[in-house]
């Protein structure tokens, strides 16, 4: 099993702000620094990890993309329990931890770009049309269940219509989904279409759960800690936070979306072309 190390706590979700260090020891590198928010890393063999090996640039071109041994002297990992009670999420930690340059996965300073093509892929991958969330037939299921003035839910209008637009953004997402994987099978690299796959279909989960609790009033309430989050709509709602922050925030997926898809000019940021040891932290 491998994990992604890219999350800091200090870099929020500004990728190329991470502070993980990679200094070259001998013929190989030597590990220094903390990822967070890593899942499943307390049972993983293998982890990729984005370090910065030259401080003096600005701060896109000063990283590096390695492959890591999670069993290796000097890897710690401590779990995070969540809202929802579980602990799939963990804090890792790096003390001098030695690594061969055959584990170095591209050029030195080029791990920027590595970095985004597996963020590319993770957003296409990581989720689904449900936003990992439950399956658009077990809220129809609901709606014929519960009622709304004497009749079942799923004769009101509004209902009726939560649903088809859940069905037509769905269908639109495994659209999108089913293209990058023809892509990636041909050998091409996905495009940034994957932000729009992750940024709608978590925040209509998020809505469509709400939807779902506020159908059943106080029962809606009730809440399994050992409930699966596609199959149980208030463990849904509890989780949907988290997938609008991992795997990029939705503003940083906004903002990829109006650069990368539609061609607006970037946002200003003040410390583009700055070395990174002299932005001030």
């Given at each position: 099993?491998?994990?992604?190390?890219?999350?800091?706590?200090?870099?929020?979700?500004?990728?190329?702000?991470?502070?993980?260090?990679?200094?070259?020891?001998?013929?190989?590198?030597?590990?220094?620094?903390?990822?967070?928010?890593?899942?499943?890393?307390?049972?993983?063999?293998?982890?990729?990890?984005?370090?910065?090996?030259?401080?003096?640039?600005?701060?896109?071109?000063?990283?590096?993309?390695?492959?890591?041994?999670?069993?290796?002297?000097?890897?710690?990992?401590?779990?995070?329990?969540?809202?929802?009670?579980?602990?799939?999420?963990?804090?890792?930690?790096?003390?001098?931890?030695?690594?061969?340059?055959?584990?170095?996965?591209?050029?030195?300073?080029?791990?920027?770009?590595?970095?985004?093509?597996?963020?590319?892929?993770?957003?296409?991958?990581?989720?689904?049309?449900?936003?990992?969330?439950?399956?658009?037939?077990?809220?129809?299921?609901?709606?014929?269940?519960v009622e709304i003035n004497e009749k079942p839910a799923l004769e009101d209008g509004r209902i009726r219509s939560a649903i088809a637009r859940n069905y037509a953004m769905r269908s639109g997402l495994e659209a999108i989904t089913s293209r990058a994987m023809k892509m990636m099978e041909a050998g091409m690299q996905p495009g940034p279409e994957g932000s729009l796959q992750k940024l709608v279909a978590v925040r209509s989960r998020q809505k469509l759960s709400e939807l779902a609790i506020d159908l059943q009033g106080t029962t809606g309430l009730a809440f399994d800690p050992h409930a699966f989050v596609k199959e149980d709509w208030s463990t849904s709602w509890l989780n949907a936070p988290t997938g609008r922050i991992a795997g990029g925030s939705d503003e940083v997926l906004l903002n990829t979306i109006a650069e990368k898809i539609l061609g607006l000019p970037q946002d200003h940021r003040p410390d583009k072309g700055v070395p990174f040891n002299m932005i001030p932290a």
């Open positions: 099993m491998w994990c992604q190390l890219f999350s800091e706590p200090s870099g929020g979700s500004d990728l190329a702000a991470l502070r993980t260090k990679a200094e070259q020891d001998g013929n190989g590198w030597k590990l220094n620094g903390q990822k967070v928010w890593t899942s499943w890393a307390q049972y993983c063999d293998y982890g990729v990890i984005v370090a910065r090996n030259d401080p003096t640039v600005a701060k896109h071109k000063g990283l590096t993309y390695f492959w890591v041994d999670m069993k290796a002297p000097g890897v710690e990992v401590r779990p995070i329990k969540l809202a929802g009670g579980d602990s799939h999420v963990n804090e890792v930690f790096f003390d001098d931890v030695k690594m061969t340059d055959e584990q170095r996965m591209g050029p030195v300073g080029g791990g920027f770009g590595v970095a985004l093509h597996t963020l590319m892929i993770e957003r296409y991958i990581a989720t689904d049309s449900a936003g990992f969330g439950p399956h658009l037939d077990l809220f129809i299921d609901l709606a014929r269940e």
